[in-house]
């Protein structure tokens, strides 16, 4: 098991699963690659509302803007902490639909497993959105750990 990927979205489970990761890595020698998805939103207006108001395509920028330096900085901080492990520690944040990134860049990375969060979603947007962590181990681009709270 040469690369091991960690999708993380901030929550405790994410986090415990990063844990899990590395310490598996460590058995492995394996790299272990961070990732966090900034969500990208479909804007809408309304039927009839005519067009968007830029006061509001703004505040989107800049919510988006936020959240990258917020995952920015939740990536660095893990590589920071498990930096003494003298393993191979890679991070990226990405932008676009959760569940399809992670899918292509385990694919493009040709990564042997992915360890993640069993969920992180509030319940009720899993019911409608559909489980991200059920994505990828149906999708199979690698196989995938899923770790429980």
């Known amino acids: 098991m040469e690369k091991i990927l960690v999708p993380l979205d901030g929550s405790e489970i994410s986090l415990k699963a990063a844990d899990e990761a590395v310490e598996l890595a460590k058995i492995f020698g394996s790299e272990v690659t961070f990732i ?46 498990y930096k003494s492990s003298g393993l191979i520690l890679k991070s990226k944040t990405l932008k676009g639909i959760v569940d399809e990134e992670i899918e292509k860049f385990a694919k493009d990375g040709h990564f042997d497993l992915i360890v993640m969060g069993r969920r992180g979603l509030s319940p009720t947007k899993r019911f409608f959105v559909g489980s991200t962590t059920r994505k990828i181990v149906d999708s199979g681009p690698a196989s995938v750990l899923v770790i429980n709270e």
């Open 36 to 81: 966090s998805v900034v969500e990208k939103k479909i804007p809408f207006y309304g039927v009839g509302s005519g067009a968007p108001n830029t006061a509001d395509m703004g505040l989107e920028i800049e919510i988006e803007k936020s959240a990258f330096k917020c995952y920015d900085e939740l990536l660095d901080f893990l590589v920071e902490k």
